[in-house]
């Protein structure tokens, strides 16, 4: 079992940059794809990015890239969400979720664990 834990929403400008993290337990952390997702308000969870275990792949929302980086420290066990330029469309929830498989997907439902989320506000 694998507990996810984000940290590091709040509330920011137009333009301004946000840092998330998730701390993960359990399990083992370097063998799980990790992704970020997001739920704005009225609207369904969406895809925001992926990392593979080793880091060397990732993938994000095209409404993200550019501006959005994903990494990961697999010796802290810790996922990070670098966000730059923000707007005020990336207000929502996000969330950190692991992935038992080793290849990245872009799909929610493939994913097996979840954090309980952290909320990002953009004010314009």
């Known amino acids: 079992q694998v507990q996810l834990v984000e940290s590091g929403g709040g509330l920011v400008q137009a333009g301004g940059s946000l840092r998330l993290s998730c701390a993960a337990s359990?399990?083992?952390?370097?063998?799980?794809?990790m992704g970020w997702f997001r739920q704005a308000p009225g609207k369904e969870r969406e895809f925001v990015a992926t990392?593979?275990?080793?880091?060397?792949?990732?993938h994000y929302a095209d409404s993200v890239k550019g501006r959005f980086a994903i990494s990961r420290d697999n010796a802290k066990n810790t996922v990070y969400l670098q966000m730059n330029s923000l707007k005020p469309e990336d207000t929502a929830v996000y969330y950190c979720?692991?992935?038992?498989?080793?290849?990245?997907?872009?799909?929610?439902?493939?994913?097996?664990?979840w954090g309980q989320g952290t909320q990002v506000t953009v004010s314009s």
């Open positions: 979720a692991a992935r038992r498989f080793r290849i990245v997907s872009t799909n929610e439902k493939q994913y097996d664990y």
């Open positions: 359990g399990g083992t952390f370097s063998s799980n794809v």
């Open positions: 990392i593979s275990g080793s880091g060397a792949i990732t």
